[in-house]
């Protein structure tokens, strides 16, 4: 029985797997035998009631655990993903408690969990189909055991708030008195799903799990870690990247507090302190360090710029998109409108900087680590500690902030993982200062794009020609997503535009510099859209046709694009005139399943200061599993895309980075917060994403809204660098 | 020594003088609920209070907090009962929710000394920064739990 269970279990779960195609990490994770650590029986997996499915656990007092593969850093998964089982399994939402699945139980049981990966604005769209079918395969196997212990067909069973009854005598089981008998049947597959229209617990609001702690206090982040005898650690990287350390003289440092010793690593050095990260961070900046720079010394954002250029004016790039015949076009052209178009690095600054912690023993290595990966730090850890991953336990927790920063990226953990080797049995916590964060990140690319159009006498757009120039961020970590010299995640918004032009010639000259670049919140949905939508915006201009009009005519074939935009406009009063002085400016863009576009108000005074007035901001992603989430990602979405589009710029001098903390690397605070409006229309039928979808029209919109204001087209970003006071 | 009194305990603490009071709270009094952002008294999430005013712990050496009161998130209720960590409930504000305890203190401090505070005010006190941006929530819980009270 044990055995055909597990079988049974193992092929669901394969099957799930392969649902969540798109980013997987890029580590070997070596399956291992029960023989390595012990055949542990699904039952004994469990601290609490006995195991249903892998991801539902039903206690006997009818409680229920769902179990959370992804991670929470405030996109609302650890509520959204329950809430996909919770509709199929039958019970009560207020029965329902969220736990993170383990990922050395997730490893020990052939990756049972399906991916770990939490980025792509996936976790919900990725996997609602296998988490609603744990539910329902959960509710069919309670109502089984019910039928079972009666005496009497299923068909005559039915279940619903973690009540099975026996219809026709009109008896009943608690779920909670069925699951240990519920949990020895095989687990069935495909089990029916119900029909969107009968759904009772998806599209209704519910509060998220994970907000009582994170007013207290009381959640712990993997910075907060505490365990007895710890020390700590401060680390300082060579400030260019590519560098190496040459020597380091630790004799000041030695003698200071709480120093335990220095640890040179080949591009960083580390101190190890007892008693606090304090006295670990005064000793590092204490230490005299000589750094080989390399040859990247001689970098900085000019060079990478004459760089970018390059591959502009480059005589042939690869194509990604080439439909008619542009050339003729452009003859033929009444007009013709030409651009080009810059985007800077930028940082994500989470506001939990890096860190982990790591107990590593003789037996076993413990880790903690602000990962949006957990397999991925599971792995990391075996190969840096060089055991074998069945020894390593990842801790899960919640993370103050991700943003694509940790995901495919996290260094931390090899380096804290190094430093605690040195020191079996003693705990060891890393933390990076937000100077090493703010210097040493994974960046947004820089880009540069030239887009040319023609228009026909009519004022008809007739041609679209793109080049782009940008640092592909997949080259060196995923190759698979490079094609002919193409990046096909960096020409996304371009090469997918939906706007109907009836000649299309788009090319990609990839242009990688020393800079180490990273997916940030919406990748390259960030700064495409901004060049996009800002174009057809001069489009329309040059066309003498008002922009969202104008737009429209474009997506006539592009149904969603077309409702989203609409929706919005109809939101945002589009029609309606604005008090003196203030104005709109429109973006639409497509981006991870989901469709959104924003219409901003703002306005431009004599001393050219900006002021952003009302944001209206859509977004159809299909299906929605709490609304509410959706709309505070949202939300978030504003401020991280008008952030960036304000004052958001990496720059490069001597091959690193010039910004360092909050006072040059300036976010946007509430006094600037203008008032948001968002629009949630989902249409149903597929299931997009809600976490970066948002960004994307922002910054366009508010640079067509600043047009509008003063004639002053931008073409670079951010808008801190502009002199916006009108001609 | 240096003597401590932190949400009503005195504590007697053997630390150099010029350490920050977050570490002395996090790393010596285990109140982890202070979070550590930028270290240059620029982002708050560090934000406690001393005898009642909202000050960044990230940047004052312990020895200027010996002797005076000092209140961490851990201190503003026993249970979360304080009325904007209720009106942050309601309107779900926090996300990944590092920076909140810091806005919930720099809050806490504004509505001690204006129950009834303006966006203005607002705007004025609550200088930290959330990175998940959820400045409108925050704006709106502030306004709840000043309704309450």
């Given amino acids: ?727 | 020594m240096i003597a401590l009194t932190v949400n009503g305990t005195k504590h007697n603490i053997d630390v150099s003088s010029d350490m920050r009071l977050l570490w002395v709270l996090r790393d010596i009094l285990g109140l982890t609920g202070t979070k550590f952002g930028c270290g240059m008294s620029l982002c708050g999430a560090c934000t406690v209070h001393l005898d009642g005013e909202a000050v960044r712990s990230c940047v004052m050496p312990v020895s200027v907090a010996a002797g005076k009161k000092i209140t961490t998130i851990e201190g503003l209720s026993e249970d979360g009962s304080h009325a904007l960590q209720k009106a942050w409930v309601e309107h779900q504000t926090p996300q990944c929710g590092y920076c909140q305890t810091g806005m919930i203190m720099s809050a806490a401090a504004l509505l001690a000394k204006k129950p009834q505070p303006t966006d203005a005010d607002i705007d004025e006190s609550l200088t930290n920064i959330c990175r998940c941006g959820t400045y409108a929530r925050i704006r709106a819980a502030i306004h709840t739990a000043a309704k309450s009270v």
């Fill in chain 1, 1 to 727: 029985m044990e055995q055909s269970l597990k079988m049974s279990r193992r092929s669901f779960l394969l099957r799930s797997a392969t649902v969540s195609g798109g980013l997987l990490l890029e580590v070997t994770l070596p399956a291992y035998s029960s023989a390595e650590t012990g055949t542990q029986t699904a039952a004994e997996s469990s601290s609490n009631g006995p195991e249903v499915t892998a991801w539902v656990l039903v206690n006997p007092d009818d409680s229920v655990i769902i179990r959370v593969a992804r991670v929470e850093m405030g996109q609302g998964s650890f509520t959204g993903l329950p809430m996909l089982v919770a509709e199929e399994l039958g019970c009560d939402w207020s029965k329902i408690q969220a736990e993170y699945a383990s990922t050395s139980e997730h490893l020990r049981r052939n990756r049972i969990f399906g991916t770990m990966l939490t980025g792509g604005s996936r976790s919900i769209r990725d996997s609602h189909e296998y988490l609603r079918q744990a539910g329902a395969a959960a509710r069919i196997m309670l109502t089984t055991a019910a039928a079972q212990q009666w005496g009497v067909p299923v068909s005559e069973c039915m279940a619903a708030n973690s009540l099975i009854t026996h219809t026709p005598t009109k008896r009943q089981l608690r779920y909670g008195a069925v699951a240990a008998e519920a949990a020895k049947l095989d687990i069935p597959q495909d089990p029916p799903l119900k029909d969107p229209t009968d759904w009772t617990v998806l599209g209704q609001s519910a509060e998220r799990f994970d907000i009582p702690d994170k007013v207290t206090g009381k959640t712990q982040f993997a910075i907060d870690t505490k365990l007895p005898g710890m020390l700590y650690a401060s680390i300082a990287h060579c400030p260019v990247f590519g560098g190496r350390l040459k020597s380091v003289n630790a004799d000041k440092v030695n003698k200071m507090r709480g120093v335990v010793k220095v640890v040179p690593l080949e591009d960083a050095v580390a101190v190890v302190a007892e008693e606090s990260w304090w006295n670990a961070h005064q000793a590092v900046r204490a230490l005299s360090i000589e750094w080989d720079f390399g040859e990247n010394a001689n970098v900085s954002s000019d060079s990478i710029m004459e760089f970018l250029r390059e591959g502009i004016n480059l005589k042939k790039a690869p194509v990604s998109r080439d439909e008619g015949d542009v050339e003729t076009a452009f003859a033929a052209a009444a007009k013709t409108v030409e651009a080009e178009y810059y985007a800077p690095y930028l940082e994500h600054a989470t506001m939990e900087p890096q860190n982990c912690t790591v107990l590593y023993t003789d037996d076993r290595v413990d880790v903690w680590a602000p990962s949006q990966n957990s397999e991925a730090t599971a792995a990391v850890t075996a190969e840096t500690a060089q055991v074998s991953i069945a020894k390593v336990e990842v801790h899960k927790v919640h993370l103050g902030g991700g943003f694509g920063r940790r995901g495919l990226f996290i260094e931390f953990v090899r380096q804290a993982v190094r430093i605690a080797k040195t020191m079996p049995g003693k705990p060891l916590k890393l933390i990076w200062s937000r100077e090493e964060d703010i210097q040493h990140g994974r960046y947004r690319p820089v880009a540069l794009v030239r887009m040319k159009a023609a228009l026909d006498a009519s004022g008809e757009p007739t041609a679209w020609s793109v080049r782009q120039a940008d640092q592909s961020i997949f080259s060196a970590i995923r190759p698979s997503l490079i094609k002919d010299g193409i990046d096909v995640v960096n020409v996304r918004t371009f090469a997918d535009a939906p706007y109907a032009f009836p000649n299309i010639h788009m090319e990609y000259a990839m242009r990688n510099t020393h800079v180490p670049p990273g997916p940030w919140r919406a990748v390259a949905h960030t700064h495409n859209p901004y060049f996009r939508e800002s174009f057809i915006d001069e489009l329309a201009h040059a066309a003498g046709q008002e922009p969202y009009q104008f737009r429209r005519k474009l997506l006539a074939q592009a149904p969603k694009d077309l409702a989203i935009l609409d929706a919005v406009a109809k939101a945002a009063d589009w029609e309606k005139s604005l008090p003196e002085g203030v104005h709109r400016g429109i973006a639409v863009q497509d981006a991870y399943g989901s469709y959104t576009a924003a219409v901003i108000e703002a306005s431009v005074n004599a001393e050219g200061v900006l002021k952003v007035h009302r944001v209206v901001v859509g977004i159809d992603c299909g299906y929605v599993a709490n609304p509410d989430s959706v709309r505070a990602q949202v939300e978030g979405s504003v401020v991280f895309g008008l952030t960036a589009a304000l004052y958001g710029e990496i720059t490069i001098k001597d091959g690193r980075v010039e910004q360092s903390n909050f006072h040059d690397y300036k976010m946007m605070r509430i006094a600037e917060m203008p008032k948001v409006e968002v629009v949630l229309k989902p249409s149903g039928g597929f299931w997009g994403g809600a976490g970066e979808p948002g960004v994307a029209p922002l910054a366009p919109a508010l640079c067509n809204a600043i047009f509008a204001a003063t004639g002053k087209r931008i073409r670079s970003l951010p808008l801190s660098q502009h002199d916006l006071r009108k001609a």
